[in-house]
């Protein structure tokens, strides 16, 4: 029997011939500029800031890299760091050195990369041109191929999937540099004694994107005329090596007991809890869909939509929750690969989707859901979700909304989107009540103390906020947690609610700003209106999950002190009342 994994490469060769397109190597090479630039407005075309926007919000990623630096298709561009964490895996006896530190610590974390890969690989698929007109494409292929290559790294045999490398009780211990971190680092797989049907799907769906845009294959949701999506990229060898992973990975969710990593894995839990997998498999399904032409993943993915009822939900999009992503990549497959549906004998349903899409966009922006908010400037918020990062959920929602717009049901409709869309970024990019810029290193307003390790230049967690008083690297292009519901911003290190920094909080931006260089009309990012100083510390405290408020109880508390209280109350009334009547007693001479 000839293995499926076969077949589809086979295919895949077939309808791609080989071709030697030379190793791309960056062309102008791209260094971040100081921030005072953020103060000039762009002259040209393409805009220079979001140019800038772009190069830097790659940047962070060769910031954040594990394992030995210089490799990779261009090496390492970020002088501070060092060589990290070179046994990771040992005690597997399989390597895992390489891939990206998840957030500010040094924990690499599986399930939150491959929801940053997808949204990145998703995004480059529709607004290539963004990269290629900004010089950033060959920056783009290294900054893939570095998780990409992790991930495939830790995919040794079909059902293995490792989902974290270092320990959070261990990691959360040490705040230092890049050479002394804590060890020992142990990994965790999933496998068919422990499964993970959401890291297996969610990391099939990024391999599988991925390879859609490394195939040279046209995809052309937006328009009749079929142009392959990102032709420098196209490298058919890599592109069947990722659809081999992307491949094995689904069928072993598709066919193993499902249950969330977390439930198997309950050392990992505490850092990325996944609540489900319905949305993963769906989202693994229909981009395998795309990837391999097959209609019986377009089959699954209809399947598994309608099983885990992700129709008509107001769901945050972000690492744990791809549901929303999923309304607009079956409009996308109807528009750019109508034949998937009819192989799999069904509708087409173009306007349907369109109406699951617009329904989701429009019960958010219009307020018509319970679990959404706004600032009082103007930030999308989720509840809960928003509560640890609130900009990471606006920038999500923002990148679905710009990626859907050419495709929406009509022109007012797609202009609804993309104001509402532009409201998001010109708020990230400095029009809030903060003055701030909260994007590292983009502006003089911009934070100068995210908490990352590394970037801090800081050792041990006495005076964190003040050891360094500012941190000694910039760490360009980090989009931080962001302000809270209150439109204010705290630039402190220890406030990890504010200030951290993550590869998932970074996930939308490199699209929003490819989106903004493919259309010449775009506005400059928001930062070159905002004059230099304007943004301060404020006074009085955050009152956050990082730093909760002395003066300020939570609730709990204060109903615990008013029970107190009142029970003090009772208690003294009653022996008042015994007293009294002790003393009626004793009066009576008893
Ligand atoms: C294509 O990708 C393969 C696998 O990563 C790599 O070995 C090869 O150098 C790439 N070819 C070109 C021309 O970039
Ligand atoms: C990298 O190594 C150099 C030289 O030892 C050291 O000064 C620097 O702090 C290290 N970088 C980090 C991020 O720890
Ligand atoms: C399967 O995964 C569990 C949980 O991570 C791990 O303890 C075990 O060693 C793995 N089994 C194999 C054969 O790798
Ligand atoms: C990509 O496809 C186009 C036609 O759609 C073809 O002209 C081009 O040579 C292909 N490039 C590579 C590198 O496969
Ligand atoms: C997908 O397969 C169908 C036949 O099932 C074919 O007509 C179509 O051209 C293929 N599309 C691509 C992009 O290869
Ligand atoms: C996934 O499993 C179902 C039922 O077990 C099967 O019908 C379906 O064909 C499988 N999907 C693929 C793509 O093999
Ligand atoms: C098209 O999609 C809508 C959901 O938006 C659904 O109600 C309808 O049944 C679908 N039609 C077909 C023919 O699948
Ligand atoms: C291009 O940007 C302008 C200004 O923001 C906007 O009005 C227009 O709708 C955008 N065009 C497209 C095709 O997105």
């Known amino acids: 029997m000839v293995p499926t994994q076969l077949v589809e490469l086979l295919t895949l060769l077939a309808a791609f011939p080989l071709l030697s397109s030379a190793q791309l190597t960056p062309s102008p090479t791209y260094a971040p500029p100081s921030p005072t630039a953020g103060l000039a407005k762009s002259s040209s075309t393409p805009n220079t800031q979001w140019a800038n926007v772009l190069g830097n919000s790659l940047y962070f ?95 040794p045999s079909d059902d293995v999937l490792f989902v974290q490398v270092g320990d959070s009780d261990i990691d959360n211990s040490y705040w230092g540099g890049d050479r002394n971190i804590a060890t020992p680092r142990p990994a965790f797989p999933v496998n068919s004694s422990f499964p993970g049907t959401d890291v297996w799907a969610a990391s099939s769906a ?17 328009a009749s005329s079929q142009q392959p999506a990102n032709p420098s990229l196209s490298n058919t060898t890599y592109s069947a090596q990722l659809l081999d992973h992307a491949t094995r990975l689904y069928t072993v969710a598709n066919t193993t007991k499902q249950v969330s990593f977390a439930t198997s894995i309950p050392a990992v839990a505490s850092a990325y809890g996944s609540s489900g997998w319905g949305d993963d498999m ?29 129709t008509g939900t107001s769901f945050v999009y972000n690492w744990d929750s791809k549901t929303p992503a999923v309304f607009v990549l079956f409009v996308e ?38 679990n959404t908010y706004r600032t009082g400037a103007g930030l999308q918020l989720w509840r809960g979700d928003s509560d640890f990062a609130s900009l990471n959920p606006a920038l999500a929602f ?45 502006h003089p307003n911009s934070p100068k103390n995210p908490h990352s390790a590394p970037a801090s230049g800081g050792t041990g967690f006495t005076n964190l906020r003040t050891n360094p008083p500012q941190n000694i690297h910039t760490l360009y292009g980090a989009v931080v947690g962001g302000p809270l519901a209150n439109d204010l911003y705290w630039d402190w290190r220890d406030d990890w609610v504010q200030a951290e920094i993550a590869l998932d909080y970074n996930a939308a931006i490199p699209g929003i700003a490819a989106m903004q260089l493919a259309n010449s009309s775009s506005p400059d990012p928001y930062y070159v209106n905002v004059q230099a100083g304007t943004y301060s510390i404020p006074s009085g405290q955050p009152c956050d999950a990082a730093l909760p408020c002395g003066n300020r109880l939570p609730a709990g508390a204060i109903a615990g002190i008013v029970l107190g209280c009142l029970a003090f109350l009772v208690l003294v009334a009653g022996l008042i009342w015994w007293g009294r009547r002790r003393r009626r007693y004793s009066g009576k001479g008893v």
């Not at 399930?111 to 060959?138: K, R």
């Not at 990024?206 to 995809?219: C, E, F």
């Not at 104001?419 to 990230?428: E, K, M, N, P, R």
């Open 206 to 222: 990024a391999l599988a994107m991925a390879s859609l845009l490394y195939s040279n294959a046209t995809y052309s949701p937006f």
């Open 333 to 370: 497959a109807a528009r750019a690969n109508p034949s998937l549906a009819r192989g799999a004998g069904l509708a087409v349903n173009e306007t349907g989707w369109q109406r699951e899409a617009e329904n989701y966009f429009d019960r958010v922006i219009n307020g018509q859901t319970t």
């Open 398 to 442: 923002t990148m679905l909304l710009l990626k859907y717009a050419p495709m929406a049901s009509s022109i007012d409709k797609s202009n609804q989107y993309t104001a509402f869309a532009q409201t998001q970024i010109d708020y990230v990019m400095g029009k809030n009540p903060a003055n701030a810029v909260y994007m590292v290193g983009s």
């Open 282 to 310: 769906a989202l693994a399904a229909l981009s395998l869909a795309l990837a391999t032409n097959q209609s019986r993943y377009y089959a699954d993915a209809y399947r598994w939509y309608g099983r885990y009822s992700l």
């Open 61 to 155: 990623f060769d910031a954040q890299r594990s394992g030995k630096l210089d490799q990779g298709t261009y090496g390492n561009r970020v002088a501070w760091r060092n060589d990290s964490a070179l046994n990771d895996g040992s005690d597997y006896g399989v390597d895992l050195t390489g891939g990206w530190y998840d957030a500010g610590d040094y924990i690499k974390a599986t399930f939150p990369l491959v929801h940053t890969l997808f949204a990145i690989s998703w995004s480059a698929l529709t607004h290539g041109q963004g990269y290629s007109i900004a010089s950033q494409t060959a920056y783009l292929d290294g900054t893939l191929r570095w998780g990409y290559d992790w991930l495939m790294k830790a995919h």
